[in-house]
T-cell receptor, first 111, second 113 residues
């Protein structure tokens, strides 16, 4: 089955810096790659997703890139703010199966 | 107001007892999922169901059971065979399986002593 590796497990940045979180997946048939943000005590919330027919997608300060050949995808957050502090999860899925998640990255943005 | 409702928010049980976690959705979603969250482990898939009366095991199904008798409901039973049941359990749903965003419930924190 699918396996998703996520790095780093923790990331500390200064306010205004960029943050990058990377994930690799094992099954080349995976075609959907979402990113979720989970604040302390709350449920995960989708922040951005990308499908296998797209190489990059942006939404304001957040972008995701996908390299199908290397089987990895990354989340980029620019101009980080304290409210970006949370746990971020990447995930991957194959059509007609369930999402498999990485272990998460705890992002801390200090002002 | 559409969404996924998990109840209760906190659940306490004695070791050896079975316990059932409730998950109800009014989003008219076809697929429903159960994930377990432990610190540093991410979200691990327990079971999922793409259609009523059908479900598939996830990566950590041992010690758990589910049913999908209605489209809106996907209860999870944590049996006494589950060796480490204390965890945060998240239910989710999607309009169609696989390549669709998950909508999560608020979770149930189960403590077994």
């Amino acid at each position: 089955g699918e396996n998703v590796e996520q790095h780093p497990s923790t990331l500390s940045v200064q306010e205004g810096d960029s943050a990058v979180i990377k994930c690799t997946y094992s099954d080349s048939a995976s075609n959907y790659f979402p990113w979720y943000k989970q604040e302390l005590g709350k449920r995960p919330q989708l922040i951005i997703d990308i499908r296998s027919n797209v190489g990059e997608k942006k939404d304001q300060r957040i972008a995701v890139t996908l390299n199908k050949t290397a089987k990895h995808f990354s989340l980029h957050i620019t101009e980080t703010q304290p409210e970006d502090s949370a746990v971020y999860f990447c995930a991957a899925s194959i059509l007609r199966t369930a999402l498999i998640f990485g272990k998460g990255t705890t992002l801390s943005v200090s002002s | 107001d559409g969404g996924i409702t998990q109840s209760p928010k906190y659940l306490f049980r004695k070791e050896g007892q079975n316990v059932t976690l409730s998950c109800e959705q009014n989003l008219n979603h076809d697929a429903m999922y159960w994930y377990r969250q432990d610190p540093g482990q991410g979200l691990r898939l327990i079971y999922y169901s793409q259609i009523v009366n059908d479900f598939q095991k996830g990566d950590i199904a041992e010690g758990y059971s589910v049913s999908r008798e209605k489209k809106e409901s996907f209860p999870l039973t944590v049996t006494s065979a589950q060796k480490n049941p204390t965890a945060f359990y998240l239910c989710a749903s999607t309009l169609s399986e696989g390549s669709s965003p998950l909508h999560f419930g608020n979770g149930t924190r189960l403590t077994v002593t």
